[in-house]
């Protein structure tokens, strides 16, 4: 008798030593190893969207080839025990298009995106509790096709979750071949008595506070599009004198180059062509005798490193003539204020790094100062 009123309360020791688990995955952070583009902006291949619910956007590893042991790291706000990881594989393969006003699948244009890159083939699941390896299983011959219900040899339990690519589906694959991707990942259980239980995924934002991908996104990972917006609009106001929003545009120096290959439109030069707000001054004869040609500017991408970049296009048609890259500089230091006339009426200064690469000559580069009067 004393045995059996010993097991009851051992159970609830033991239900009381474990880590408390919660049936939704509540992630604080999501990063890779390698990431497709990394350095471009707005992201294109982040992890974090393999838990955005949305079929059309997709993280890709960024090797050289295919990302053998590339990694996935999901932090939890709190730890889960899970056994089974519903996997939408490949590149972008979930896609949906409008049928009467209605919302459908496009299994054709899914097909394509997944065949377009690698997939996995194989994945390595390991787990962390407190920072202590706590559980690593390999799932092998994942099928050939966009969705898979991963189903794993054991139940782990871990607060940090690592999914590593460890092989790849290539046959049939184009020329992006090299590139391996996930579409979306849902973690889960299945506990032989309820059947399987998809997690819902909730992102951390503070304590107490849970936000769903859309408002999370919004609140933490704006800076992104935030820079993207103040590089589009200083070079707005650098090339066209619009959208300056209050601030004076003043030329601060020609750093290197031919200042007279690509000079922003200065206000003295007169109409220019519809369209163009890029010109170069060409000098001729002993009398220095000069003439002007306009060109027009066309957003290409943004990256972090190199700011807006553009295509330098002839105005009459696409034929481009060079790039030109705007860099967008916060905090700058005192010697900026030296530019105004009196530094106590400025509040604040922006300074414009213009580099100007046109086709088959010397590179030319411009800093710019934005001052904001208080």
Not at 216 to 236: I, K, M, P, Q
Not at 296 to 314: F, I
Request: proline share 5%.
């Amino acid at each position: 008798m004393k045995k059996l009123a010993f097991l009851p309360i051992f159970a609830i020791l033991l239900i009381a030593c474990s880590p408390k688990t919660e049936p939704v995955l509540v992630i604080k952070t999501v990063s890779a190893t390698t990431q497709l583009n990394a350095n471009e902006r707005p992201v294109d291949f982040s992890p974090f969207y393999l838990f955005d619910g949305n079929g059309a956007t997709s993280w890709c590893e960024g090797e050289e080839k295919n990302g053998d042991n590339s990694k996935v790291i999901i932090r939890l706000h709190k730890p889960v025990q899970f056994n089974r990881i519903w996997l939408q594989n490949g590149f972008k393969s979930a896609v949906t298009k409008i049928e009467k006003n209605v919302s459908v699948p496009d299994d054709k244009t899914s097909l394509l995106n997944y065949k377009s890159r690698a997939a996995a083939r194989a994945l390595r699941v390991s787990v962390k509790l407190n920072g202590k390896a706590k559980g690593e299983l390999l799932v092998k011959d994942i099928p050939d096709q966009p969705t898979s219900t991963l189903e794993l040899a054991e139940i782990l339990l871990g607060d940090e979750i690592t999914i590593q690519l460890a092989d790849f589906h290539l046959d049939g694959r184009g020329y992006n071949k090299n590139d391996t991707c996930l579409t979306d990942i849902v973690i889960g259980l299945n506990d032989k008595k309820g059947g399987d239980v998809k997690f819902p995924t909730k992102f951390f934002y503070k304590d107490g506070i849970e936000k769903d991908w859309k408002d999370y996104y919004t609140l933490v990972l704006e800076e992104d599009y935030r820079y993207l917006s103040n590089n589009a609009v200083f070079a707005r106001c650098i090339s066209q004198l619009t959208d300056c929003q209050g601030y004076t545009r003043t030329s601060y120096e020609i750093v290197s180059g031919n200042p007279f290959q690509f000079i922003w439109l200065r206000p003295d030069v007169g109409m220019p062509p519809t369209g163009a707000v890029l010109f170069q001054e060409e000098f001729s004869g002993e009398d220095g005798d000069s003439s002007f040609k306009f060109y027009r500017l066309r957003p290409e991408m943004h990256t972090v490193e190199t700011g807006l970049y553009y295509d330098v296009l002839e105005p009459a048609g696409e034929e481009p003539v060079g790039r030109l890259a705007i860099r967008w500089v916060k905090n700058t230091d005192l010697k900026l204020h030296e530019l105004a006339d009196d530094p106590s009426k400025t509040k604040h200064h922006y300074l414009i790094e213009v580099t100007s690469e046109p086709l088959g000559k010397e590179p030319v580069r411009v800093h710019y100062i934005l001052s904001k009067a208080k």
